[in-house]
């Protein structure tokens, strides 16, 4: 692994349904973030974390979970999707919180039905 | 509140020079990002601004005002491939990125 990896890259899912998206940084890097993209609106911060073991919720937080059991993995679950939560899911890492920039993955495309 | 504001598109021509604009409001201030977003990709670090000035960097230089809340992004010798949307974020007290909707720029030959 190179960097920052998310899967799946795209995933078309039933409302109702639980959803787990997947993000791995190989770069061991302190702080991560879940942001999602929407058409004319500017990346939102759902959930971050600033080290292993702990989160912190963002501008978006509702109906979103995340953990942070390792450096390496932030995984993002949605309990129950609703069609509001279709959107591109990018997830970040930097090396801490304070002023370094943030790498991003590749994205989630969720389309929720 | 916390805002970003970018004009939503640009137009330029190849070879030409365009700056795009952001203003922002953060509830404190911890510096300014500047990324480059490719249709269907992920964004890209460009700069960041934490004190007033310009940095330069090859043919992108990225220009803070804190004191007007105002920051710049000047291409040079525009390209086809420079044709991207471009991220303006601030950092804000709790070190988190406010970003703004981007600005779309369309290079025309």
């Known amino acids: 692994i190179a960097g920052i990896t998310q899967a799946p890259t795209s995933q078309i899912l039933a409302a109702g349904r639980r959803m787990t998206l997947r993000c791995t940084q190989d770069m061991r890097h302190n702080a991560m973030y879940w942001y999602r993209q929407d058409l004319g609106l500017g990346l939102r911060l759902i959930h971050y974390s600033n080290t292993a073991g702990t989160t912190g919720k963002g501008e978006v937080p509702d109906g979103y979970s995340v953990s942070r059991a390792n450096t390496d993995d932030f995984p993002l679950t949605l309990a129950s999707a609703v069609p509001s939560q279709t959107s591109v899911y990018f997830c970040a890492s930097s090396d801490s919180a304070e002023g370094n920039e943030q790498f991003f993955g590749p994205g989630t495309r969720l389309t929720v039905l | 509140g916390q805002n970003i504001d970018q004009p939503t598109e640009m137009t330029a021509t190849e070879g ?3 700056q ?25 670090f460009l700069s960041y601004n934490v004190l007033d000035g310009l940095e330069e960097k090859g043919r992108f230089s990225s220009f803070l005002s804190r004191s007007k809340g ?9 390209q086809m491939k420079d044709s991207a949307s471009y991220l303006c974020a601030g950092l804000d ?11 779309k720029l ?4």
């Open chain 2, 20 to 44: 795009i604009n952001c203003t922002y409001q953060t509830s404190g201030f911890n510096g300014l990002f500047w990324y480059q977003q490719h249709a269907g990709e992920a964004p890209t």
């Open chain 2, 70 to 78: 105002y920051s710049y992004l000047l291409l040079k010798e525009l």
């Open chain 2, 93 to 103: 007290s709790n070190y988190q990125l406010i970003w703004g909707a981007g600005t």
């Open chain 2, 16 to 18: 030409a020079i365009v």
């Open chain 2, 106 to 109: 369309i290079i025309k030959p």
